[in-house]
């Protein structure tokens, strides 16, 4: 049964696994560009994507899933730096395109030219316009008309599904 106490136990442990590794998201980032730079993204299995990612960017990246609001530190990120694919590493968006719209997820007004693909997404009563990694088909998120200027859009990013490198 869990308990405060097991969670406890079990995040501590998490906290020091991680923190034993050594390696900061930024790195691990760069080694997965330089590693897999050959790597023929739209061709990989499901089994070859579980290895990649943890069950939670599995599930948003390749299941077109949604994280829970306010769960990502990167909707709070103020640095300067680029998002990129949690994926494959591609670069997605600038931070000098990103903004607080309130909702719980990072979002952005503007992505990196030629970055996203979109498809319409009828999962619920109404259609809205996903947006995908353009390398990796990995999922984001979904863009919206309710931005701030100069585009007017709002591209509302699951933050699981980014990596942040800090310039």
């Known amino acids: ?10 995040a501590g442990a998490l906290a020091l696994t991680a ?12 080694s997965k560009i330089m590693s897999d730079s050959k790597t023929d993204w739209a061709n990989l299995t499901e089994s070859e994507w579980k290895d990649r990612l943890t069950d939670v960017e599995f599930h948003v990246l390749r299941k077109e899933g949604t994280e ?3 769960s990502s ?13 949690a994926g494959c590493a591609l670069p997605l968006f600038t931070s000098d395109k990103k903004f607080d719209s309130g909702t719980g997820w990072p979002s952005f007004f503007q992505p990196i030219d030629g970055a996203l693909g979109t498809k319409v997404d009828r999962k619920l009563f109404v259609a809205r316009t996903e947006y995908h990694c353009i390398r990796c088909g990995g999922h984001q998120g979904h863009v919206f008309k309710d931005g701030p200027a100069p585009t007017g859009l709002r591209y509302c990013n699951n933050g699981v599904a980014l990596d942040f490198i800090e310039a």
């Open 1 to 10: 049964m869990l308990n405060r106490r097991t969670l406890g136990l079990s």
């Open 19 to 30: 923190c034993a590794k050594g390696v900061t998201s930024a790195e691990a980032t760069e």
């Open 68 to 70: 829970r609001p306010f």
């Open 73 to 85: 530190p990167l909707n709070d990120n103020k640095a300067t730096g680029t998002y990129v694919c």
